[in-house]
C-alpha cells in the first residue's frame, strides 16, 4: 500500500525567505503526483502536477521536482508572501485511479 | 463558473440517521471521487467513479454507497450513521487523462452525535 509523508509538519519563515516542502511516498509505481494548497475551511487548489515522465513543473513562483527512483518530490516556493500562508498536500496517484495524500504542511509567512 | 459544489456545507446527524451527501460538477468530467479527511490524517479516498454507471471502491468504502447516474452527479450516502464518520467530505472531479489536476469542492462538514 502506498504511503505518503509530508516533511515539516509545520513551518514559519518570514516574507521574502525561499522554501521548501518536502513529500515521500513509499511506491514509485505512479502515474502523477499533485501539489495542492488548501486554506482553511477550504477545498484543495490544484498547484502543480507532474507526469511520472517528468522531472518539474513550474508555474509563477513555485517549482515543483519529482525523482520517482527515489520517490520524492519537492515544492519550492521562491520569495514566500503572506498569502503563501496555507496548508500544502502531496497527493500521489497510483495505478488504478488510487490517490493517496501526504498528511500536508502548514505553512506560515511572517509579515 | 461553478466547478465542483458541494451540499449541504454543514450538518449534524444523530447516530442511525442516514443522509445523502450531494456533488455535482459542471466542468463535463469523467471522473468522480469523494474523500473524507479527519484532523492530522490526510485525504483518505472512499469511492470513486471513471464514468456515469461506473463506480469502484476507494481505500475506505465501508458505511458508505454512491451512485453515478449522470456525468454531473455522484451522491454519497450514509446509511446508518457511526460517531466514526465524524469528518469533512470532499468531493473532487477529473477528466480522465493522468496529466489532469483534480478539481475540487469546498466540502460538507459532519458531525454525528
Known amino acids: 500500500k502506498q504511503e505518503v509523508t509530508q516533511i515539516p509538519a509545520a513551518l514559519s519563515v518570514p516574507e521574502g525567505e525561499n522554501l521548501v516542502l518536502n513529500c515521500s511516498f513509499t511506491d514509485s509505481a505512479i502515474y502523477n503526483l499533485q501539489w495542492f494548497r488548501q486554506d482553511p475551511g477550504k477545498g484543495l487548489t490544484s498547484l502543480l502536477l507532474i507526469q511520472s515522465s517528468q522531472r518539474e513543473q513550474t508555474s509563477g513562483r513555485l517549482n515543483a521536482s519529482l525523482d520517482k527512483s527515489s520517490g520524492r518530490s519537492t515544492l519550492y516556493i521562491a520569495a514566500s508572501q503572506p498569502g503563501d500562508s496555507a496548508t500544502y498536500l502531496c497527493?500521489?496517484?497510483?495505478?488504478?485511479?488510487?490517490?493517496?495524500f501526504g498528511t500536508g504542511t502548514s505553512l506560515t509567512v511572517i509579515p | 463558473n461553478a466547478g465542483v459544489t458541494q451540499t449541504p456545507k454543514f450538518r449534524i446527524l444523530k447516530i442511525g440517521q442516514s443522509m445523502t451527501l450531494q456533488c455535482t460538477q459542471d466542468m463535463n468530467h469523467n471522473y468522480m471521487y469523494w474523500y473524507r479527511q479527519d484532523p492530522g490524517m490526510g485525504l483518505k479516498l472512499i469511492y470513486y467513479s471513471v464514468g456515469a454507471g461506473i463506480t469502484d471502491k476507494g481505500e475506505v468504502p465501508n458505511g458508505y454507497n454512491v451512485s453515478r447516474s449522470t456525468t454531473e452527479d455522484f451522491p454519497l450516502r450514509l446509511e446508518l450513521a457511526a460517531p466514526s464518520q465524524t469528518s469533512v467530505y470532499f468531493c473532487?472531479?477529473?477528466?480522465?487523462?493522468?496529466?489532469?489536476?483534480?478539481?475540487f469542492g469546498d466540502g460538507t462538514r459532519l458531525s454525528i452525535l
Open positions: 473532487a472531479s477529473s477528466y480522465a487523462h493522468s496529466n489532469q489536476p483534480q478539481h
Open positions: 497527493a500521489v496517484r497510483n495505478t488504478g485511479n488510487q490517490f493517496y
